[in-house]
């Protein structure tokens, strides 16, 4: 580690700082892991949906042109980070680390918008399939064909998620908050229906299960970046600046990042695996009438492990720029205002 320390800066030619190999290659790599797992949600796409081979296809001597360009993808992540790195040679490592929160902020964000527009558009498709209400709407055929849950979530599903991330390229802010609310709001309303009104359906426990779900998997890469998630070892804390950095660097690798791994690589691995296998069937729960999600909560999962993927990238980098003590350390919004 003392190729990455204070002395590996010097002055650079743009007035910033030039590093050393040792630090662009940890830049590099934490660009890779970004890059990689971007790739890897591309070419599952294309895999399942697309009739790709897939690039594990090449062990099989079935994998044709495509399989190999799947393959090669990977292969072009480190290309792509490489070349992001050596064309922004002054940048900071901190600079880096905001960079790569931003992206998973991003993707948080439009799960979010996701899980509230998507659940309450289907809350409501589900309360005027339950009371009969539906045909007078759309009409018999429609009604049917919305009755199905592949359907459902090619027609209504697919076009609000895209929806949402444009949204969330517009705003700011995770809204975990909101999230909160509304999920006290849902469990209130089953309440008051159930204890006075005697009025009770499947989609009401399904609503509050489904936000309840991205409420607590997309907050993870959040409260991770606030340093907000619990530490079970006693010695952190007494660690001084340096040595947090040190283990913050290599934990977020040896345990965050190669934990995100085993679960995209197990959950999404083939057309059976856990996570693909919901997806391809647009899986609902067996009551009829309650919403047809199920799924997509399969891909919480997913976009749990992507988002935290990244955010450990930025916090690798975060890592090493506090071992070296770097200035500009950012400023967590958990942190108490100054007096």
């Known amino acids: 580690m003392s190729a990455i320390r204070e002395g590996d800066a010097v002055a650079g030619d743009l007035g910033g700082y030039a590093y050393t190999s040792n630090v662009l290659a940890c830049r590099a790599f934490a660009w890779t892991i970004v890059i990689a797992t971007l790739v890897f949600i591309l070419n599952n796409y294309l895999t399942l949906w697309w009739d790709w081979p897939g690039a ?76 009969g209400l539906l045909p007078d709407l759309v009409g018999e055929k429609m009604a049917k064909d ?44 089953i309440v008051i229906s159930r204890f006075i009104f005697s009025y009770e359906q499947a989609f009401m426990g399904d609503i509050v299960r489904f936000w309840y779900a991205g409420l607590f998997l997309f907050a993870s890469a959040y409260t991770l970046t606030e340093e907000g998630h619990v530490r079970v070892d006693v010695l952190y804390a007494g660690f001084k600046g340096k040595t947090k950095g040190l283990v913050n660097a290599f934990g977020s690798i040896l345990l965050g990042a190669s934990l995100c791994y085993v679960v995209l690589w197990l959950g999404m691995g083939s057309k059976s695996s856990i996570i693909n296998a919901p997806i391809l069937a647009y899986e609902v729960t067996q009551q009829g009438f309650g919403m047809y999600v199920k799924y997509l909560m399969a891909a919480f999962l997913a976009i749990f492990a992507v988002s935290m993927m990244i955010q450990f990238a930025g916090y690798f980098l975060e890592g090493i720029a506090d071992y070296r003590g770097d200035p500009d350390k950012r400023k967590l919004d958990s942190e108490p205002a100054p007096h």
């Open 146 to 189: 919305l009755g199905r849950s592949s359907y459902r979530g090619l027609y209504v599903h697919v076009p609000l998620i895209c929806l949402s991330f444009v949204v969330a390229a517009f705003t700011r802010t995770l809204g975990f908050t909101w999230l909160a609310l509304l999920v006290v709001i849902a469990e209130l309303q």
């Open 56 to 131: 594990r296809s090449v062990s099989t001597g079935n994998a044709g042109a495509l399989g190999w360009l799947q393959l090669f993808s990977y292969a072009g992540c480190a290309i792509a980070a490489v070349f992001h790195v050596h064309r922004n040679k002054t940048r900071s490592l901190r600079a880096d680390a905001a960079a790569i929160y931003r992206i998973s902020a991003y993707i948080i964000r439009g799960a979010f918008w996701m899980v509230v527009i998507v659940g309450l558009a289907d809350m409501i498709l589900s309360f005027l399939r339950v009371e």
